[in-house]
Antibody, heavy 115, light 107 residues
Framework: EVQLVESGGGLVQPGGSLRLSCAAS????????MSWVRQAPGKGLEWVSL???????YYADSVKGRFTISRDNSKNTLYLQMNSLRAEDTAVYYC?????????WGQGTLVTVSS | DIQMTQSPSSVSASVGDRVTITCRAS??????LAWYQQKPGKVPKLLIY???SLQSGVPSRFSGSGSGTDFTLTISSLQPEDFGNYYC?????????FGQGTKVEIK
């Protein structure tokens, strides 16, 4: 059974940083395309970032230059380093497996950017 | 960026009704479209991928069709548990984008 468990969310001030983690079981993170998708409170879904199994990375324009996706193969864990956070980054962040569509989702972790 | 536009934004229907949601892409995306269902407070669930392929475990009353720019999600006979928000998503080119969502309510 595939499980994706996010952690690392919380309250952070504008301009601050946060690192999200996604611990995977039942699948090998390095063998799959993995992605982060977010959802602002009461809003729709927004794709944030993707890492290919080969290591190439892609970002939404809204986070490019501020967020970095990475993985630790030894820990089978996906990360999202978020810098220069803004109020509009407030959202639940989901870790997903991405086969060009998102079939496995974690439960999400809430990031709140506020002073 | 490819814009995904869903219609209607909301629909209220009775149990047993046929419900159709459309999704239009601002440029052709071949069959690179997926549909998701999200119930309040829950994680999104993949229903359809590659425009018309039913995800394992999803009831057969859900179906998808279309290619290019125009796509449809159909619920052939609406059930009480089908309430929620439905989203389309294109993965034809980066950045991957979602539609704004369609809220399905049961009368």
């Amino acid at each position: 059974e595939v499980q994706l468990v996010e952690s690392g969310g919380g309250l952070v001030q504008p301009g601050g940083s946060l690192r999200l983690s996604c611990a995977a079981s039942g699948l090998t993170v390095s063998s799959h395309y993995m992605s982060w998708v977010r959802q602002a409170p009461g809003k729709g879904l927004e794709w944030v970032s993707l890492i290919y199994s080969g290591g190439n990375t892609y970002y939404a324009d809204s986070v490019k230059g501020r967020f970095t996706i990475s993985r630790d193969n030894s820990k089978n864990t996906l990360y999202l380093q978020m810098n220069s956070l803004r109020a509009e980054d407030t959202a639940v962040y989901y870790c997903t497996r991405a086969l060009y569509y998102f079939d496995y989702w974690g439960q999400g972790t809430l990031v709140t950017v506020s002073s | 960026d490819i814009q995904m536009t869903q219609s209607p934004s909301s629909v209220s229907a009775s149990v047993g009704d046929r419900v159709t949601i459309t999704c239009r892409a601002s440029q052709g995306i071949s069959s690179g479209l997926a549909w998701y269902q999200q119930k309040p407070g829950k994680v999104p669930k993949l229903l359809i991928y590659a425009a018309s392929s039913l995800q394992s475990g999803v009831p057969s009353r859900f179906s998808g069709s279309g290619s290019g720019t125009d796509f449809t999600l159909t619920i052939s006979s609406l059930q009480p548990e089908d309430f929620g928000n439905y989203y389309c998503q294109q993965a034809n080119s980066f950045p991957w984008t979602f539609g704004q969502g369609t809220k399905v309510e049961i009368k």
